[in-house]
Every structure is written in structure tokens, then in C-alpha cells.
T-cell receptor, first 115, second 113 residues
């Protein structure tokens, strides 16, 4: 079974621009979560989507948004980029029921650099 | 919110040594997860724990769910070079419907050949 895929793997943007990152979950996984990883703050939860609805949101400004499509694929968008948005953005997918509910499987991440 | 504290923050060991690391919280968790992250990659799930006192192994890795539900431990036996990386503990906060994980700061493992 293929793992979580994320595109692009690397991205360089300028302050003020916007960016869209894409994530395809493991087949059969309907929950998709996004995390930001930085050296200073570690891994921080951004939001989680299930059935095209955002169910949970972390403590990030409104510039960070996301969506999920009917095939469970997800995108996240960051508008008006700031230097501090430079980070590794990780997508994770999981089943929606049973004991595996909290077992999240991560993609390789998108490394975003804002200059 | 619920925070996870990992120790040690880094470890420098010789190949073949056993490794122990732990993760503590001021709040209880019902699930503990251990991940390993290699440079430039996403975290990989190593072990999931669901019951207080549970001891689970995955090859040379053994993890335990603490009795108090406020801690968890990960042991690696007979370390090899490919064990190098950052190990994270994680768990879902006890908030109804919270499908998210909080992570510890990580333990960076370095192995001298």
C-alpha cells in the first residue's frame, strides 16, 4: 500500500506571496492532519479534516487554511507569507475508527523556505 | 494545553549499547505513540500503546505505557547505526473529538561506530 505523498517536496517563496501544499493520504484513510515543524517550536498541529470538514484546528493565524476533497486528498494554503513561516509542513493520515484512530502516518513533508 | 516532556534531549552512545528514553506529561493520556524521524523525512510510527502498563515490542524496540498514564518509555537494545535519528513521543489530548497529536521535543540519538 502506498504511503502518504506530499507535493512539492521543496518550495521557495518570497514574503507576501501565498503557497498551496498538497497531500494524498494512504488509501482508505479518511482523516488528514497537517503539522508544522520548526527547530524552535517542534511539531505543532495545524488542523485536521475528515469528510471534507475541518474538525480540529490548532493555534495558528487565519492565514493558514486548508481543505479536503471528496477523495480525501487535502491541500493547505498559507497566504501573505512571513519569514517565520519557513518550516517543514507535514501531512498525516489515519483511519477514522477503531484502535488505529490515533495512529497517524506521516508523509515526507514539504520544506518551505520564505525569503 | 497538554505538554509532553522528553528526556534526555540528546544521547551519544557506542554501537551495540542499549538506549532508554522517556516521555512525561502533567496530564494523563489514553494513547502513547513513539515515532522516529530521519533528516529530511517525516516521522515514522514505531510503536502504539493503548493500555496502562502495556509493554509492546517491535524488533529491538520496546515501549511501555506507564501505570500512572502520565509517562511512557522507549528502549532500544543493541543499537546499530541505522537507529540514528530523532525519537518523538506523541499522544492525543483527552478532548472529545480531538483527532490530533501533541508531540514531545524529541530525543536525538547519535551513535559512534
Amino acid at each position: 500500500k502506498a504511503g502518504v505523498t506530499q507535493t512539492p517536496r521543496y518550495l521557495i517563496k518570497t514574503r507576501g506571496q501565498q503557497v498551496t501544499l498538497s497531500c494524498s493520504p494512504i488509501s482508505g484513510h479518511r482523516s488528514v492532519s497537517w503539522y508544522q515543524q520548526t527547530p524552535g517550536q517542534g511539531l505543532q498541529f495545524l488542523f485536521e479534516y475528515f469528510s471534507e470538514t475541518q474538525r480540529n484546528k490548532g493555534n495558528f493565524p487565519g492565514r493558514f487554511s486548508g481543505r479536503q476533497f471528496s477523495n480525501s486528498r487535502s491541500e493547505m494554503n498559507v497566504s501573505t507569507l512571513e519569514l517565520g513561516d519557513s518550516a517543514l509542513y507535514l501531512c498525516a493520515s489515519s483511519l477514522v475508527g477503531g484502535q488505529g484512530l490515533y495512529e497517524q502516518y506521516f508523509g515526507p513533508g514539504t520544506r518551505l523556505t520564505v525569503t | 494545553g497538554q505538554q509532553l516532556n522528553q528526556s534526555p534531549q540528546s544521547m551519544f552512545i557506542q554501537e551495540g549499547e542499549d538506549v532508554s528514553m522517556n516521555c512525561t506529561s502533567s496530564s494523563i493520556f489514553n494513547t502513547w505513540l513513539w515515532y522516529k524521524q530521519d533528516p529530511g523525512e517525516g516521522p515514522v510510527l514505531l510503536i502504539a500503546l493503548y493500555k496502562a502498563g502495556e509493554l509492546t515490542s517491535n524488533g529491538r524496540l520496546t515501549a511501555q505505557f506507564g501505570i500512572t498514564r502520565k509517562d511512557s518509555f522507549l528502549n532500544i537494545s543493541a543499537s546499530i547505526p541505522s537507529d540514528v535519528g530523532i525519537y518523538f513521543c506523541a499522544g492525543p489530548p483527552i478532548i472529545q473529538g480531538a483527532q490530533k497529536l501533541v508531540f514531545g521535543q524529541g530525543t536525538r540519538l547519535t551513535i559512534n561506530p
